[in-house]
C-alpha cells in the first residue's frame, strides 16, 4: 500500500496564542487535501486554541515536545496525558534544537518516544547530522546510530506507525536545502536500518520525512523521491506559502 504523506509545520518558539488562531484561520482553506496527512506542531500554550481554531478542516495539531514521565515534580513539562486529554495525535520527539540547547539526548528521545507510543500518541522522531559530521563523511553511521537508539524496544507495529524526520542541522534554519539527491539518500538509509532492526513490511509502512530550508519551491521535487514521505517545515510553516507546500503536485 502506498504510503500517505505527512506533511507538517513545526512552529518552534513562535505565534502567541492569538496569532496562533490568525495562522490557523488564515491556512485553513489552503488545506484541503485529502492525499497528506496535515499536522501544525505548535507550541504548547497555543494547542488548545489552535485546535479550536482547525475545527471542521483537514489540519491536525501537533505538539513540538513532551516528557517522558506521566506526572509529577518537573516543572515546566508537559505530560502525554495532558496532550492526549486535548487531542493531540502527534508530537515531535528530539529536535536537534532541543538536542542543542535542552540536553536531549539519544536515550532521552529513546524514553520520549517510547511514552508516546504508550498514549497512542504518533511521535515524529528527528535525526540529522551537523556540517561537520557530513564533511568527515560519517552522515549514514551517525543517523544509523540515532535511529537504532530510538527504536530500543519499540515494536514493529509501533514502529510501522512512527514518523521519522530527517533533518541535516546545517540545513535548518539557513536557507541551504539539501540536494534532493542527498535527502533521498538519508531517507533510503533510514528505511534500511528500520528493515534491519524489524522486517521490510515495517520499512515499507514507516513515514520517512525531510526537513531544512523546506519551501514552495523545493517541496514538489523533494516529496516526489521514492523514500521522502512528505516535509518537517519550520519557517515557511508560519506563511501563508505553507498552503503551497501542502498542495505541491
Ligand atoms: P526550517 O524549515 O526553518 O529550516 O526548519 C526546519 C526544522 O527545523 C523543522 O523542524
Known amino acids: 500500500m502506498a504510503r500517505k504523506k505527512i506533511i507538517a509545520g513545526n512552529w518552534k518558539m513562535n505565534m502567541t496564542p492569538s496569532e496562533a488562531v490568525e495562522l490557523v484561520n488564515t491556512l485553513k482553506p489552503l488545506v484541503t487535501t485529502e492525499d497528506a496527512d496535515v499536522v501544525f506542531c505548535v507550541p504548547a500554550i497555543d ?81 540529522g547530522e551537523s556540517l561537520t559530521q557530513r564533511e568527515q563523511g560519517i552522515t549514514i553511521d551517525w543517523i544509523r546510530q540515532q535511529i537504532k537508539i530510538a527504536f530500543l524496544n519499540v515494536t514493529a507495529e509501533q514502529a510501522a506507525s512512527a514518523v521519522v524526520a530527517y533533518e541535516p542541522i546545517w540545513a535548518i534554519g539557513t536557507g541551504k536545502t539539501a540536494t534532493t539527491e542527498q535527502a ?66
Open 47 to 127: 494547542i488548545i486554541p489552535a485546535i479550536e481554531a482547525a475545527k471542521g478542516s483537514n489540519i491536525q495539531i501537533g505538539a513540538e515536545n513532551m516528557y517522558y514521565e506521566e506526572k509529577g515534580a518537573f516543572t515546566g513539562e508537559i505530560s502525554p496525558n495532558m496532550l492526549t486529554d486535548v487531542g493531540v495525535k502527534y508530537v515531535i520527539i528530539g529536535h536537534s534544537e532541543r538536542r542543542e540547547y535542552f540536553a536531549e539526548t539519544d536515550e532521552t528521545v529513546n524514553k520520549k518516544v517510547l511514552k508516546a507510543f504508550e498514549h497512542g500518541i504518533t511521535p515524529i522522531i528527528c535525526c
Open 184 to 249: 533521498q539518500e538519508v531517507c533510503k538509509a533510514i528505511r534500511e536500518c528500520i528493515a534491519e532492526i524489524y522486517d521490510d513490511a515495517t520499512a515499507a509502512a514507516i513515514r520517512i520525512q525531510y526537513g531544512g530550508s523546506v519551501n514552495a519551491d523545493t517541496a514538489a521535487e523533494l516529496f516526489a523521491q521514492p523514500d521522502i514521505d512528505g516535509g518537517l517545515v519550520g519557517g515557511a510553516s508560519l506563511k501563508p506559502d505553507f498552503g503551497k507546500i501542502v498542495n505541491y503536485k
